[in-house]
C-alpha cells in the first residue's frame, strides 16, 4: 500500500516539534506485524513511551528497537493476555495519537495533538480497521472530535483505560468490566 507508506515517510521526517523531536530522534507512525489489509483492529495510545535515549543509532536500528519495545508495553501485554499472540501479531495495528515522546514522559501540549492529529486521521482512513479502541485520554479526546454515535465514520469505536490506570485505583469492577469488554470486542470482529 503505497500511500500508507508515504504516510509512514512523512510522519517520521515531521520536525513540526521541536521540544518532542529532542527526545524522539525519529517520530514513529505506528506497530503493525501485517499486511494492511489483515488489521482488525487499531489500539490508539498517547504517544510512544521511549524512556532511552536514541538520538545516535540509524532509522533501521530505532525501528528493531522500537518493535521489540512495544511486543513486551504494557498495552500490548495487556491485549496479548485477553486476545492471543496470534490475533495480535496477525490482526492488530498499535498507533498513538502523538508520534513522539514527551520529556520525562510528562503531558503532550494542545498544539502538539493538533499538529499530529492529521496523521491519525489519515492512518485510520487508509487502514479501514474494523474496530477502534483508544486507550488513553489524549486519544479520546482528540478523536472525539470525529466520533458520532460511538462510530468514527463507520468504524466502532471503543474507549478504554490504559492498563497502568488499574495500578493506581483499588476498584476492581472497571478492570473486570474492561476485561469483558474487550473479550465482547474481540468475538465481533471478523
Known amino acids: 500500500m503505497d500511500e500508507l507508506k508515504n504516510l509512514e515517510q512523512e510522519i517520521m521526517s515531521c520536525n513540526a516539534c521541536k521540544r518532542l523531536r529532542e527526545v524522539t530522534p525519529i517520530p514513529y507512525p505506528h506497530v503493525m506485524y501485517c499486511k494492511?489489509?489483515?488489521?482488525?483492529?487499531?489500539?490508539?495510545?498517547?504517544n510512544p513511551g521511549i524512556e532511552h535515549d536514541y538520538t545516535d543509532i540509524t532509522e533501521e536500528e530505532f525501528k528493531k528497537i522500537y518493535h521489540e519495545r512495544w511486543w513486551d508495553c504494557k498495552i500490548r501485554k495487556y491485549v496479548r493476555k485477553r486476545l492471543g499472540d496470534d490475533f495480535v501479531h496477525n490482526h492488530v495495528l498499535f498507533t498513538n495519537v502523538i508520534k513522539c515522546s514527551s520529556p520525562n514522559n510528562d503531558t503532550v501540549?494542545?498544539?502538539?495533538?493538533?499538529r499530529c492529529y492529521p496523521y491519525l486521521q489519515r492512518q485510520i482512513d487508509l487502514i479501514q480497521p474494523k474496530v477502534i479502541i483508544t486507550m488513553s485520554s489524549d486519544a479520546r479526546?482528540?478523536?472525539?472530535?470525529?466520533?458520532q454515535n460511538h462510530h468514527y465514520k463507520?468504524?466502532?469505536?471503543?474507549?478504554?483505560y490504559h492498563p497502568s490506570y488499574f495500578r493506581y485505583t483499588s476498584d476492581k469492577n472497571k478492570s473486570t468490566k474492561?476485561?469483558?469488554?474487550l473479550e465482547e470486542i474481540s468475538k465481533k470482529l471478523p
Open 154 to 160: 463507520d468504524i466502532p469505536v471503543f474507549h478504554m
Open 109 to 114: 501540549r494542545m498544539p502538539e495533538k493538533h
Open 178 to 181: 474492561q476485561d469483558r469488554l
Open 36 to 46: 494492511p489489509e489483515d488489521v482488525r483492529l487499531m489500539i490508539i495510545g498517547r
Open 141 to 147: 479526546d482528540m478523536l472525539q472530535q470525529d466520533v
